[in-house]
């Protein structure tokens, strides 16, 4: 059910909208209504968490970044040995079909979802999936919740951390998010709104959902990418500063210099750059929000996505 917003408060926020609930959704090369997008309870995401996933976003007719994104998804696919069985094409029309059978062409997000199929049987082993890959799109009515612009996001650090590639390589945008979840879950019970993730050697590296970025004496600093998501916006943020001559370094930084810093900010396709207002309690920049550096990158980043839809568009 798509509930008003109550209390809650994340980087996921977004304002209400009664249509997502008689959604169509993609299922398996058809187009099914919400109630009937029903999966069965052998499929090895459901089971294991064996999948991986992609959030896109429509702007005006065009999916933002789908060539990025779609490189994400077959890389990690390829590496899990994961066939989609679909060419990027192929998936650009289903979800393009998807859009147009819920009448949308601009705030819609989607939800991407690749799993390794049913099993025969209830267990782990990957060549029990036999009848090829569950691909589903959730494509919803999205707009950020602009409160966040105004509030900010409230991050405490926690006991998580962002394992080494060797365990579970953070690249992989896997169904499994337990990792990020069990992050989540500290953060709030530590009465923040989310969770500042360090490495394993306890530089900071990122958010539980999103990538983080910190602006200290006219420099923006994000973690070196080891750890984290290779995210799109993260990616995009880097080659605007370098572009619009804003000092941007990837480098490895602790809580000391995060405390300090005199912005914050997170990176996603779903809420772009959205200000963090706290870290640990401790108040970041004037903490009402936005800073000034933040709302540039921002300007830009719609910039930029202006100027890909319109450059997509045409072609
Ligand atoms: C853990 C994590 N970090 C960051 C991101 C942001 O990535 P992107 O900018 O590609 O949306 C995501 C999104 O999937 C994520 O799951």
Redesign the pocket.
């Known amino acids: 059910m798509n509930t008003p917003e109550t209390s809650r408060h994340s980087t996921h926020d977004g304002e209400f909208d009664a249509r997502n609930d008689t959604l169509k959704i993609y299922l398996n090369g058809r187009i099914v209504p919400k109630a009937e997008a029903l999966v069965s309870v052998y499929d090895s995401g459901f089971m294991l968490g064996d999948g991986m996933w ?2 896109m976003r429509l702007y005006d007719g065009v999916w933002a970044f789908f060539d990025e ?1 779609m490189d ?1 998804l077959f890389n990690s696919c390829k590496s899990v040995s994961l066939d989609i069985g679909m060419t990027k094409k192929e998936i650009l029309g289903a979800l393009n079909e998807t859009a147009a059978a819920n009448g949308m062409t601009t705030d819609v997000h989607c939800r991407l979802m690749i799993t390794r199929g049913p099993k025969v049987k209830p267990f782990q082993h990957p060549g029990l999936s036999r009848s090829g890959p569950t691909i589903v799109a959730i494509v919803e009515h999205s707009k950020p919740a602009t409160s966040l612009v105004s509030k900010g996001i409230r991050l405490a650090t926690v006991p998580q951390v962002r394992g080494l590639p060797m365990s579970q390589d ?1 690249k992989y ?1 896997s169904h499994s ?1 337990l990792n ?1 979840v069990i992050a989540c879950l500290q953060a709030e019970q530590a009465g923040a709104d989310e969770a500042l993730m360090l490495d394993p050697h306890g530089f900071v590296n ?6 983080f970025f910190i602006v200290r004496r006219g420099e923006v600093w994000t973690s070196t990418g080891d750890y ?2 290779n ?4 990616q995009k943020v880097i080659d605007l500063c370098r572009e619009n001559g804003i000092p941007v370094l990837e480098k490895n930084f602790s809580l000391y210099e995060a405390y300090g810093a005199d912005e914050a900010f997170l ?4 809420g772009a750059q959205t200000p963090v207002s706290e870290i640990d309690g401790k108040p970041i920049g004037n903490a009402s929000g936005a800073g000034t550096l933040t709302l540039r990158i921002r300007e830009l980043y719609a910039a930029l996505i202006k100027k890909h839809v319109a450059q997509c568009g045409a072609t």
């Open positions: 992609e959030g994104h994400r953070a945008n998010k990020c990122t958010t539980n959902a999103c990538n984290c998501m995210g799109v916006t993260r990176t996603g396709t779903f």
